[in-house]
């Protein structure tokens, strides 16, 4: 593990829904070439580490109805693959989660065309029906705006963000966009940038490059562990505060609660963090403790997002202003510093 401080949802989905309705999925064929890096793998074992969007049990149904050639030939889940295969894959019919009803809920878009949807997520939603959060999510919510998504795996989210981080995610809204920002989040070329608050005095920009897994005893969260997956966190000081510090942090990968569990790990952990936070704040003022102890979430939002377009092959960028509630949180931390130096 190696935190360098000299200066980022894959998010895979284990989501076993209770299945009940089956939905004829229009025919989208899929061409890809298989790499290196799944040589020696069966074919179904393959298909799942690129196509992630699709459970291996669905892949292989797919195989055995003749659905996937290889090198324009049939195949079956066993056979093994060297590398260099051509592959071609027609999404078969797929099954919706009777759990998964659309809602009427509002939705802050910042763009959306033919191939994607870009959503501004505000605290408080969580992004995908699980763990006792069936309703209100933002899949609920897609399903209600745009109904066809109905036919994509998880209505076309490829990524996530936490239930309390605010900002910017890209939602696909076809078969061959849905693949490609798959693809191209596995070969990190999505670039995802946030604000993040830090407490404590971050010195320099830096990077942490410590793998992430499984807590081995709290069960429930995420750590820096041997056994865990790469992941890879730069991050850039931006302005620094009584007692903690405004950070641009930058994703190379997508582990779950990446930042959170790097800035941990560094010492710094996120204001507001309700899991991986602090409760003692070393501040010269009471003033600003109580700021920084009542803010009622992690203080992390998505700012930045930029990728190629599915559609054009255009680099495309969006950027999310600093929501209300940080926005509040950095004038009251300015404030109450500044109101405590002038009663020294």
Same mark, same amino acid.
């Given at each position: 593990m190696n935190y360098i401080n000299n200066g980022q949802d894959i998010q895979n989905y284990n989501v076993k829904p209770d299945l009940s309705v089956a939905i004829d999925q229009p025919e989208n064929v899929i061409? &890809?070439?298989?790499?290196? /890096?799944?040589?020696?793998?069966?074919?179904?074992?393959?298909?799942?580490?690129l196509l992630p969007q699709w459970s291996r049990s669905r892949l292989q149904s797919w195989i055995e109805q003749n659905l996937v050639s290889v090198d324009g030939s049939g195949a079956t889940s066993r056979q093994k693959i060297w590398g260099g295969e051509k592959i071609s894959v027609t999404p078969g019919r797929i099954e919706a989660d009777s759990a998964?009803?659309?809602?009427?809920?509002? &939705?802050?878009?910042?763009? /959306?065309?033919e191939h994607l949807i870009v959503i501004d997520k505000p605290a408080g939603m969580v992004v995908h029906p699980g763990n006792g959060n069936w309703q209100g999510t933002l899949l609920n919510a897609l399903l209600n705006h745009a109904p066809q998504l109905d036919q994509l795996p998880r209505a076309g989210i490829v990524h996530r963000l936490d239930k309390e981080t605010t900002g910017l995610l890209v939602v696909a809204k076809t078969v061959e966009a849905q693949f490609n920002l798959v693809q191209q989040l596995q070969a990190r070329t999505v670039r995802r940038d946030y604000l993040a608050l830090a407490?404590?005095?971050?010195?320099?920009?830096?990077?942490?490059d410590a793998p992430i897994g499984r807590h081995p005893v709290l069960r429930t969260r995420m750590a820096v562990t041997e056994a865990g997956k790469?992941?890879?966190?730069?991050?850039?000081?931006?302005e620094k505060l009584a007692a903690c510090t405004l950070l641009r942090c930058s994703l190379e990968t997508g582990r779950t609660h990446q930042i959170r569990v790097h800035l941990r790990a560094i010492g710094h952990p996120l204001v507001g963090d309700p899991v991986y936070g602090s409760k003692a704040v070393d501040a010269s003022t009471l003033a600003v403790a109580h700021v920084l102890l009542q803010f009622p979430r992690q203080a992390l939002h998505a700012q930045r997002l930029t990728l190629m377009h599915p559609g054009s092959g255009q680099s495309v960028s969006w950027e999310s202003p600093?929501?209300?509630?940080?926005?509040?949180?950095?004038?009251?931390?300015?404030g109450a510093s500044t109101a405590g130096l002038a009663s020294v």
């Open positions: 061409e &890809l070439e298989m790499p290196q /890096e799944v040589a020696g793998l069966r074919l179904d074992q393959a298909l799942a580490r998964h009803q659309a809602e009427a809920i509002p &939705l802050n878009i910042v763009d /959306e065309d407490l404590g005095d971050v010195r320099k920009d830096g990077l942490v790469p992941a890879r966190t730069h991050y850039r000081v931006l600093l929501p209300s509630d940080m926005a509040e949180l950095l004038q009251a931390i300015r």
